[in-house]
């Protein structure tokens, strides 16, 4: 039994004493008009209590809920930037043991680092330095730049590995960002030059837009020194770039990685500020502090605003009820009266369910009844709010926790087809350009599923009507030569389905452009994905040549119809490969 209730049953058991003892002074001869005046004015209390104490009550809660929540929020956004730096991680840790870097081809090496930022507009820039410093290549910045003394290239420089920097201003357009470093070591083992990555932190701005925080709130990214480097709204008393107050910096040092403190920040607004430090491996102290502050006032005045209205409404009616019962007084009461006294008894026995009934009689005692039955109605609708309210909370991190769990299942799962890829790419090609733009199609390819999941707001599917239209004119447009007819039927795939097929359309588009294309004459290629006799039916049809007449099973070994064939065994799928007349592959899987 909570606090609220007690404080209900104590106040029921104030009215039966308070009426045993008029019963009492009745016999002394107690003017009725009194009585009923007394009994009217102690029967408004239990509704006063109740509002009173149930507001206060639910603004407590409030304020606990959205400091918890706030918790869960300031977890996503952690995780969001962990995941940012994992990427990151792995992007610089594979470009590190390419050959193009391993052997200075500075041209090719700023050819790769272009492209790769044209694919990511999140990042500001990509560099390659040599053991100085100096900048040898880079998607944005000149050669011969010397970056020796920004921390993350100092700390990669002395052989650190995978590195994190502070607050630093873009050479390129004087915007705030975050950067990391990675050691680039030769065969040896040697350091011979350090890869930079700048990240931009202006798209946190939409993720704090979509959390639907009070007015007032705020979010804050600090480096490793409190600097700011991201801080949303903008105000003129929290600029980016400069430190924090020192006594706030002081308490994220010594209140442990994640917590919660109260105080008043530089704008001069109260708040209750959440934080989580976040640390990446081989560094003693926190490369970055995240930091969500949700002001008190935008928690505490919505619940007291009710709180004083309530109390004000239910004051008024106490103050009618009292004049009422002294106009009605000379009127009978005595079986409603009656009824009045079983109910309080059976509310105090904790029997919630119980209503007095009393549509006629006087207007003092209905009023009471009425006001007793609200009361009851009142604390029945508060506990079925906070038990729904503890029951959506309890989903919601269950749902989280499971969406969280699949999200780095199918992170792991997309990892291990990437990595499977390269493998095989490897020992496939020697074509450096022809790798990487054939890595970057194959990345493209997942990267759009998980695109097209999160415009639809769905984490489960994927709409292909709409998704393999984008999908092809993403890989056709590395070929300009090449002419996609898309037809394809309304149907939603699962994200286990979704991204082998994407891969299988990418590397049968490549194949077609590869075999079936004359030079300076354009390729018609149709694609097709439908439903047929309970399964689903992708097909590709090119206006070349075909496959020759002698085409054997050990023909069919290339990269791109081992990714095909090890694709479509994925899909629990089968495929066959014809001339129609021109180059035609159907692979039928399950719906």
């Known amino acids: 039994m909570d606090l609220s209730n007690l404080y209900f049953f104590s106040i029921i058991n104030g009215i039966v004493s308070v009426s045993e003892r008029v019963n009492m002074k009745r016999k002394r001869h107690i003017p009725f008009q009194i009585l009923f005046l007394l009994i009217t004015a102690v029967a408004t209390l239990p509704a006063l209590g109740i509002i009173i104490f149930s507001g206060w009550d639910h603004a407590v809660d409030k304020e606990q809920w959205m400091r918890d929540s706030s918790k869960g929020q300031i977890e996503t956004l952690s995780m969001t930037q962990t995941t940012v730096t994992d990427s990151v991680r792995q992007l610089l840790n594979t470009l590190a043991v390419q050959p193009v870097f391993q052997n200075s081809d500075y041209p090719a090496q700023s050819l790769i680092l272009q492209k790769i930022l044209n694919a990511n507009p999140e990042y500001n820039n990509f560099a390659f330095t040599d053991t100085a410093g100096i900048v040898r290549s880079s998607s944005r910045l000149s050669s011969g730049i010397d970056l020796s003394q920004r921390l993350h290239v100092k700390q990669a420089l002395s052989g650190m590995g995978f590195t994190t920097g502070e607050y630093i201003l873009t050479r390129t357009d004087q915007e705030p960002a975050f950067s990391y470093a990675q050691t680039v070591l030769s065969s040896s083992g040697e350091v011979i030059g350090v890869l930079t990555a700048v990240y931009r932190l202006s798209s946190y701005s939409v993720l704090f837009q979509r959390l639907n925080l009070p007015s007032d709130s705020m979010m804050s990214i600090l480096d490793r020194n409190g600097i700011r480097l991201f801080y949303y709204p903008d105000t003129q008393t929290n600029q980016v770039g400069q430190k924090i107050k020192a006594t706030a910096w002081q308490d994220f040092q010594d209140n442990g990685n994640s917590g919660s403190l109260h105080t008043t920040g530089s704008d001069g607004i109260a708040r209750t500020y959440t934080y989580k430090r976040l640390y990446i491996s081989g560094e003693a102290d926190a490369c970055m502090t995240m930091v969500l502050g949700i002001p008190d006032e935008a928690v505490k005045k919505p619940a007291m605003l009710i709180l004083y209205r309530n109390t004000a409404l239910i004051t008024a009616v106490a103050a009618l009820s009292i004049l009422i019962a002294g106009i009605l007084s000379h009127l009978a009461v005595g079986r409603n009266f009656r009824i009045l006294t079983s109910t309080v008894s059976e509310i105090q026995r904790g029997n919630l369910s119980v209503r007095t009934g009393i549509k006629r009689g006087t207007r003092e005692i209905t009023e009471v009844a009425m006001a007793m039955d609200n009361m009851v109605e009142i604390l029945n609708k508060r506990n079925t709010e906070r038990d729904e309210t503890e029951k959506r909370l309890s989903e919601a991190l269950s749902e989280r926790e499971i969406l969280l769990k699949e999200i780095h299942h199918r992170v792991k799962n997309n990892l291990q087809i990437i990595t499977s890829i390269l493998h095989l790419e490897k020992s496939n090609t020697t074509d450096l350009q022809e790798f990487a733009r054939q890595l970057e199609n194959r990345i493209l390819a997942i990267s759009s599923v998980h695109e097209m999941m999160y415009l639809a707001n769905s984490f489960a599917t994927v709409e292909m009507s709409a998704f393999l239209p984008r999908l092809a004119n993403m890989t056709g447009g590395f070929f300009p030569d090449l002419r ?16 082998p097929l994407a891969l299988m359309i990418s590397e049968l588009i490549t194949n077609a452009v590869k075999y079936a294309g004359t030079p300076g004459q354009p390729i018609n290629l149709d694609l097709t994905l439908r439903s047929e006799d309970g399964e689903n039916l992708l097909t590709v049809m090119d206006d070349g040549p075909g496959f020759p007449e002698n085409f054997q099973d050990n023909d069919r070994q290339s990269l791109g119809m081992i990714l095909v064939q ?26």
Request: cysteine-free; charged content about 20%; glycine content about 8%.
């Open 484 to 499: 996609i007819r898309n037809t394809v039927e309304p149907m939603e795939i699962s994200i286990d389905k979704a991204v």
């Open 566 to 591: 090890t694709l479509t065994q994925q899909l629990q799928g089968r495929f066959s490969i014809d001339n129609a007349p021109g180059g035609r592959v159907r692979i039928w899987f399950p719906q």
